[in-house]
C-alpha cells in the first residue's frame, strides 16, 4: 500500500472514530439527563477525589482556582480523554482493517474484516470491564434517584450501550467511507483489495459527525447551565443574617458537577446491610410515617472562624432510628454508611444513628427540600459537621467495622464533633491584610451594637461572652435568640467606646455541658477550625 493511500485510511479511521465518540458523546449526555448515568468525565473525578490527601486536594484548588475550578478541570480533561481514546482506537482500527494479514488470511463478509471485528469488539469490551472495574465503587450512583442496588446495575448497562454504540458507528462510518473493489468470491483467501477512502463520502461522515455536535453541544449547554460552579461554596454571613435562614440564602457545598436531579419516581431510600429485613421506601411510604420538626443548625468543616460555610433551618422528618427498627439491625453494628444519588458517601456511629434527633427529612423551613440542598431527602446529623449530613439520601447501610465516607477518606477527621464557636457578624467587617477589621470607625462615645453568632453542635450555647480587649477582660453579651441545644444562638452586645486607637473585639461562647471556647487557634484541616474571632476596631474621637 502507498505510503499516500495508508495515511488516508488512516485519517479515514480517525475520522470514523471521531464521529463515533461524538456520538456516545450524545449517547451519554442524553442517558445523564434523563437516566441519571454518571459518563466516565463526571464519574472518574468522583472516583477518585476521595483518594487524594487533603494536602494535594487544597494545593489543587490552588492550582485551579478553587474547587469550581478543580471541577471545571475534571470536566474538560474527562471529555479530552474521552475523544482522545476515541479517536486513536479509530486510528488502529483503521490500521488492523488495512493490515496486510487482515487483507489476506480472513474472509471478509459485507466487506468487514474478521480481525477488525474481532478488534473493536475486544477493545469495547475492554473498555467496559475496566470501566466496571475502576469506577465501581461509583457505579451506584444515579443522578435521579435509582437506590445503590439498582443503580449499580443501570450505570454498568448504560457504559455498555455506549461503548457498543461507539463500536458499531466506528466499524459504519469506516466502511462507509473506505471503498472496496468487489471480491469475486468472499470465501477467498487472496485477500481484499485495499480500501481507497472516497473524498465526497469522508466530506459526508464529517458532515454527520458536525450534526451529532448540535444536540450534544445544546444539552451540554444545558447541564451547564445547572452546573455547580455558580453557588458551590455560598456562605451565608454579614450583618443581615436571620436566625433562621431562608432556604435561597442557605449556604452550599457539594462535590458535584451537576447536582442530582431526583425523579421521585425512580427514587427510593434503601435501608440495608446488618439488618433482618431489608427495606426500600418510596418518597410517599416514607412521607406516611410519623414525623416530627426539628430545628438545626449546619455548619461545614470547612468554614473558618468568622466565615458563612453555616446556617439554621427548621427540618421536617422521621427519626433515622426508626427507620433502622423497622429493619431490625443485627448484633455487630458498629456504624451506618450513607449514600447519596450522587455516588457520596460518609458514615457515623450506629448509637448516633439511633438518637432520636438523628433525622431523614424532606422538608426546610415548611417547603420541600429544595433541590441544593438534597430535594427530595436527606439527612440531618445534630453536632457533626455538615459533610455528614448527606444529601439526595438513597441508602443507609448498617456496616459491621469503621467504614469510611468521601471526605474522610482523604484524612479529614477522625473526630467531625463540631468544637463550640463564636463570631460576630455586625457591624460589617472585613479581611484586611490577613486581619478581619470592622469597615466603620468607631467613635468615643457613641454606642455601637456588636452582633454575633455562636454554635456548640449538639450541645447548645448557655452563655456568650464579649471582649473589647483582646482577651484580657470579659462582659456577659445579651441573648438575642437562644434558639435549641441543636442551633446557633444570636447575642448582641452595646459598645460605648471610651478610649482612642485599634481595639481587638472578640467573644467566647460556653456550651451546655459547662466547657468554654478554646482560644487555641486549629486551621480547619483536619478537624474544623477553633480559636476566637478577633475583629479589630479603630476607635476615632
Ligand atoms: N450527597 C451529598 N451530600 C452532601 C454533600 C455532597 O457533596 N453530596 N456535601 C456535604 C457537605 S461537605 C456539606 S458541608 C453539606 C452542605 O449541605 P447544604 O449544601 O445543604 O448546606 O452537605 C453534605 N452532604
Ligand atoms: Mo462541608
Redesign the pocket.
Known sequence: MSIGRRIGTLMVGGLAGLVATLLMVLLMVVGRIWLGISPPPEAIPDRFAPTLDIDTFFSLFNRFGGYNGLKKFGIRSGMTGLFAVGTLVGLVYAAIVESRRSRASVAWRLGLSRIGLLFVTITALLLWIISLIVLWPVLDANYRGLPPSTARFVSALGLLVAYASYGIALIATYRFVIRRRAVDSPETTEGVPPGAPVGRRAVLAGVVGALLVVPSYRLLRRLYNRATFSYDGTPYSGPGIQPITPNDK???????VVDPNVTTSFWRLEVGGLVEDAKSYSFDDLASLPSVDQETT?M?ISNHIGAG?F?NATWKGIPMRDLLAASRPKAGAVEVMLS?A?G?TDTFAFEKAMEPTTLVVYEMNGAPLPQ???YPVRVIVPGLF??K????VTGIEVVDHDAKGF?EQQGWGPNFVIPTRSDIFAPRWDRQRGKDAFTEPMRVGHPTTIRGRAFAGNRGVAKVEVSLDDGETWQPARIDYPGTQLTWTFWSYDWRPTDLGGHVVTSRATDGTGAVQTSDRRDIVPQGATGYHRVMAIVEG
Do not use: A, M, P, Q
Request: hydrophobic share 30%.
Open positions: 442557605f449556604y452550599i457545598v457539594t462535590k458535584n449546619l461545614c460555610l446556617s447519596g450522587d457520596y441544593r440542598h438534597g455538615g459533610e449530613n448527606v444529601k439526595w471526605y
